[in-house]
């Protein structure tokens, strides 16, 4: 916990020792109570929660080489839907065969865990001195005060989600008292993610619009996605919360869906597919999204499009000016066979070649000529900007972490096991994905089966394939002209030979952390 003693504590020690010793104000630090005398101040400390130093930011995006990738590649290359075929931390290819210990693990899990309560540090500072402050007025508080509890419950949830039973952390540390922490059961964390959010909802005055026409702060429909998806996660394993959270899961994406603000799902227009908004920059700030992460290209730049060529690419390309302008391309995230064949790759629009996925590259060479690269895999399509590849080496790409589509997605599971229609709210993903949308199927199970399945194609590389297969315990099982259906999660092989067990539902604590903090053990099963 050596992040939350050093973010939580600092402020204090500078104050009392210096006012102690010397009485006076110290001159080179602000002390944290000092700092939130004003508006700017409490904006400035808000607004280091968007960073990718700590929290959801640091898992997110680059952590580690790239060869590695991000947290959310680590979770996919373990569901089996995605490999990482280069990976140099071992950390990271245990994962591949279902043999990641505590041991194996520290350093690298214990990265993620410190980032996540350093950001929810700061969230806490946050919340209890702009709280308190007498110097900025109730109504610019509100915002203020829902960015940071929106934090907070997003650090939380990856973390409840992640390790299960966690130290449940409220309040800034003022002393060195109490620092050990006992982990809090995983009903009262989330019970603690949802008052977050739903107070951030109905009490934060956040503008009702999508983040990018928002200055790229979260708004309420950012807060209502992620309530509502917590909710579908509390309906599923392991709380079983059942029909009450799928009600809830289902209130809260209707309130985003019927909301007047400016939300909606991309849609094609002239020979710009829906899907190649995703790609491309000039839609970055649309209003499909509710939740990414900023990049420029001129300060801190996105290193994804290095992911979407393969490591054989040439440079330079022959019988051609062009060449590669990154030191290195990798490919630690490539789409299993398994995931593929998910897609029906004549009537889905999104396995088209160059829409979500590539598998190859095509040029004007020297002489005139159309000239094609095949890579060994098709690669994602996504993260692709030519101007940074070929061009300028810096990519100010934004990364989606939620938007309208998952919405849509969890309305429609929710809906599906009330035992109610989803199709108004699964329609709208198949009409725009397929040449011949697919017929809903009449029974429950098979409804369910389409809607889970249309989670794995649609949102492929934004993270969800293992909290998906986590929280339902199923794990998608790919038939003949594509079909999935869904068997369970535990036994299951992993598509390389190796079978999934109970362990696997939950990652290892941190060796170093439960070193720091005798209160964390016991460890979590099978580790």
């Not at 950001?119 to 919340?127: G, P, R």
Request: aromatic share 12%; net charge negative; proline share 6%.
């Amino acid at each position: 916990m050596k992040n939350l003693l050093i973010s939580g504590i600092l402020g204090v020690l500078l104050l009392s020792s210096c006012n102690k010793f010397l009485q006076e104000s110290p001159r080179s630090a602000i002390p944290v109570s000092a700092y939130f005398s004003s508006v700017q101040e409490a904006t400035s400390a808000v607004n280091w929660l968007y960073n990718k130093s700590d929290g959801p930011g640091n898992f997110l995006a680059i952590n580690g080489s790239l060869y590695d990738g991000t947290g959310n590649f680590t979770l996919d290359n373990f569901s089996g839907m995605v490999n990482d075929v280069v990976a140099q931390n071992p950390a990271v290819r245990y994962y591949t065969t279902l043999t990641q210990t505590a041991d194996n693990q520290d350093s690298y899990l214990d990265g993620f865990w410190s980032g996540f309560y350093s950001s929810i540090a700061s969230a806490n500072s946050i919340i209890a001195n702009v709280g308190a402050s007498s110097n900025i007025s109730a109504n610019d508080k509100a915002p203020l005060l829902a960015a940071a509890r929106f934090f907070r419950a997003l650090d939380y949830y990856y973390l409840v989600r992640m390790w299960g039973a966690v130290p449940l952390i409220l309040n800034p540390y003022t002393s060195v008292k109490n620092v050990n922490a006992p982990r809090t059961s995983v009903d009262s964390v989330y019970n603690a993610i949802v008052n977050d959010l739903t107070w951030a909802k109905d009490s934060g005055n956040l503008a009702d619009k999508p983040m990018g026409s928002n200055g790229n702060l979260i708004s309420k429909g950012t807060v209502e996605c992620v309530l509502a998806e917590v909710y579908l996660t509390m309906a599923g394993y392991p709380l079983q919360k059942g029909q009450p959270a799928y009600q809830n899961a289902l209130v809260t994406a209707q309130a985003l869906l019927g909301s007047s603000g400016g939300y909606g799902l991309f849609q094609s227009s002239g020979n710009v597919t829906a899907f190649d908004k995703f790609r491309l920059t000039n839609y970055d700030q649309g209003s499909a999204y509710l939740y990414f992460l900023e990049f420029n290209s001129a300060i801190q730049q996105s290193a994804f499009p290095e992911y979407t060529l393969p490591n054989t690419f040439p440079n330079p390309i022959p019988n051609t000016s062009l060449k590669v302008q990154y030191t290195l391309v990798t490919n630690p995230w490539v789409p299993s066979t398994q995931l593929l064949n998910m897609y029906d790759s004549a009537n889905d629009i999104r396995r088209h070649d160059h829409q979500y996925y590539a598998s190859n590259f095509s040029y004007i060479n020297n002489s005139g000529t159309l000239t094609t690269i095949n890579f060994p895999t098709p690669l994602p399509y996504i993260w692709y900007d030519s101007t940074a590849l070929f061009s300028t080496a810096a990519s100010g790409k934004y990364l989606s972490v939620y938007r309208m589509d998952d919405v849509y997605l969890i309305a429609a599971e929710a809906a599906n096991a009330l035992g109610q229609d989803p199709a108004p709210y699964l329609q709208p993903i198949l009409d725009r994905a397929y040449i011949n949308p697919p017929a809903i199927p009449s029974d429950q199970t098979g409804r369910r089966n389409l809607i889970l399945a249309e989670r794995y194609r649609e949102l492929a590389m934004e993270g969800h394939f293992w909290f998906d297969m986590v929280r339902t315990k199923l794990y998608p099982d790919v038939g003949n002209n594509h079909q999935v259906t869904f068997s369970d999660f535990i036994g299951h092989n992993n598509g390389r030979g190796q079978n999934f067990s109970e362990k696997d539902l939950l990652l290892p604590l941190p060796i170093t952390e439960m070193q720091r903090d005798p209160n964390l053990r016991p460890q979590n099963p099978g580790y």
